[in-house]
């Protein structure tokens, strides 16, 4: 824990007296804070391409989404979403998110389909800090119990209530933080990092828990770099 934070310490003094991309965030929010989404999208024809991934603005409000690197993990998934609001003052989003999980358990083959609508809101709180809520209701459909599957445990987020802070450093560093209760799961979700972001290229920092029923917790780091740039 401690190399992580030297880690973290060190990009933030790394970050602050870069020039040779001084644009940084100015008129690109994130669309997403630690782990919980925004109210903003992508802009038309922009790609957002990182470590798993993958996103694709279809306009100035409408962007599509998936991440590859949890099709290792068997888990196919593809999101949607859509800003009805976003200006400089506030925005917000709907979205939806399907899930396919193939799971073995006991030698058992397990499947499980996830449809995962979503509403995410954002405003800000003073000149340099922003606020995000979002709500999210899962659905699990199976033959099985979602309490047999506890491989979904970790990497799976239920029907939940989330809020997290955005507070920029710099136009080029912020300091982000999310905490959310997940109802299927029964079990607190916190984290915070520091977000890094240049004209094009952007990275995340950052640690998270979660403490479902019936678990004594995980802690696991989240390392987040992508490409963020129009087509």
Partial sequence: MK????????FTFLALPLHAQEDGFAGRPITSNLSMPTGNTLHGGEFSVGLGPVEYGLSDNFQIGTNLLLFLFQYYNVEAKYSLIDTE??????GVGV?????GILGDDVNFTTISPFIAYSMPMGQKTRLHLSANYTNFASDASIDDADDLTASVSGTSLAAGLEHNVSNRTKFVGDVGYDIDFEGLRLGGGVLFGWETFRLKLGVQYFSPKGFSGYVFPYVGLWWRFRG
């Fill in 89 to 94: 003052t506030q925005a917000l989003a709907l």
């Fill in 99 to 103: 899930g396919y999980f193939d799971l």
């Fill in 3 to 10: 190399l992580f934070l030297s880690v973290m310490l060190t």
